[in-house]
C-alpha cells in the first residue's frame, strides 16, 4: 500500500509499503477514505532532524475491511471514524471519559502503529476505538464526520473543560482549525460573547460564521488591550487556547478574568509556563486542558452533524490525493491553506 513519511523537517514522501495485517483477536484492518493533515503535524515538520521514516496523519475515516475474531462492535463493510487515540474503552480512565489516558491504548505513528495519511490502517482495541457512522463512503457528510476524529472533538474539549455556559464571555485564541470548532463550541455551549484572536481574515470571516461576536487581530499587549476594553476592563471569564506557542499562552494570562479558566488545547511547544502569584496563584485563574478525549465526543456531537445543523467541515479548505500529501504540507505550512482533506 501507499502510506505518506516523513523523514526529517520539511520532507514528506509517499512510500509503498507492506499491507498491515491483523495482529491480535481485537484488532480492525480499515480501508482508509477520507484522511487529513492536521496543524500538529506542522510542529515535527518545522523541527524533526533527519532520521528513519516515520508514518504521519491521525485523523480518517474509512471501512472496515477485516476484524479479529474478539472484535464485536463493528464487522466487514461498516463505514467508521477512527479518533487520533486508540483505547479499550474498558479500563478506569476510559471509563471516566478520558481515553487519551487509556492504560493500554496509544496514538496512531506510534510503537509500530501506521498513521492515518495511508491507504489502510491497523486499528488495534476495535471495539473501544472505532465508531460506526450511518452513512456510506460517497457521503458529502464525510468532511463534517472527518472533524470529530480530531479537531472538533478538541475544541469542544478545550471549551468544556472551561466549563463554558450560558452567556459566558469566551476569548478564542487562534485562528486554525481547532480554533475555528472551539468558537462553535463556545456557541453550542450558550456563549453570549466570543472575541476570536485570529489575523487571517478568511479565518477570521469563518470564524463569525461559526458564532464568533468579535475578532482581535491584533497580538501581544496590543491584543490583550482591545480584549479587555471589549470585555469591560475586566478580561473574559473562559479562555480557550488552540495554538500552542508560548505568545499564544501569554496573552491567554493577559485577556483572562480574574477567577477565570485558561483551557489548552494547542500542543504546548514550550517546557516551562508562568504559574506563579503574579500569573495564575494571585488572581484565582484555574489552568486546565489537554489532549482532549475525542472518542468521548463523538457520539454527542455526530447527530448534529447528520442533521446539518452543525457544519465543522467547512474548516476544510483544499482537497487532494494522498500522492499530493507533500504539496498539502506546504499549502499549510505557507498559510496557503487552512486544513487539507485527503481522498483516497
Known sequence: MRAAFMYGAGDVRIDTVRDPALQQPADALVRVVTACICGSDLHPYHSMPVGEATPMGHEFIGVVEETGSDVTTVRRGDLVIAPFAWSDGTCEFCREGLQTSCLHGGFWAVGG??????????????????????????????????????????????????????????????????????VLSAKQLGAGRIVLMGRHKDRTDLGREFGATDVVAERGEEGIAKVRELTGGYGARKVLEAVGHMPAYEQAIGVVRAGGVISRVGVPQYEKAPVGFAALFGPNITLTGGPAPVRAYIEELMPAVLDGLVQPGKVFDREIGLEQVPDGYRAMDRREALKVLVRL
Not at 143 to 169: C, E, Q
Open 113 to 182: 502503529i501506521g498513521g492515518g495519511q495511508a491507504e489502510a490502517v491497523r486499528v488495534p482495541l476495535a471495539d473501544g476505538t472505532l465508531v460506526k457512522a450511518p452513512v456510506g463512503e460517497d457521503s458529502e457528510l464525510l468532511p463534517g464526520l472527518l472533524t470529530l476524529s480530531d479537531v472538533y472533538g478538541t475544541g469542544y474539549h478545550a471549551a468544556r473543560r472551561a466549563n463554558v455556559g450560558p452567556g459566558d464571555s469566551v476569548v478564542v485564541i487562534g485562528d486554525g482549525a481547532v480554533g475555528l470548532l472551539a
